[in-house]
Nanobody, 115 residues
């Protein structure tokens, strides 16, 4: 069983930066992938970024070049560095861990981008 706790959300102005953290209570070393998803009000949850166990990262087109996902070696933490934030990045951000077809979710952290 894996429990995920997100932190780092908040209010930021357009063009600003935030770093989200996802702390896992259990070992994530055997997870096939870790990732971040987001859900804006009135919209479906969408994938933001994932990182495979061997380190390959994938990003949604809307965040490429602005967001970076990382999973430091020997740490049970996954980060999402978000730069040049835009109002359309406003959403609840959820950490995800996947082992085969089993998904684990955090409870989310809210990011608001507004002047």
């Amino acid at each position: 069983q894996v429990q995920l706790v997100e932190s780092g959300g908040g209010l930021v102005q357009p063009g600003g930066s935030l770093r989200l953290s996802c702390a896992a209570s259990g070992s994530i070393f055997n997870m096939d992938a870790m990732g971040w998803y987001r859900q804006a009000p009135g919209k479906e949850r969408e994938l933001v970024a994932t990182i495979r166990s061997y380190g390959i990262a994938n990003y949604a087109d809307s965040v490429k070049g602005r967001f970076t996902i990382s999973r430091p070696y020997a740490q049970n933490t996954v980060y999402l560095q978000m730069n040049n934030l835009k109002p359309e990045d406003t959403a609840a951000y959820y950490c995800n861990a996947r082992y085969t077809n089993v998904h684990y979710w955090g409870t989310g952290t809210l990011v608001t981008v507004s002047a």
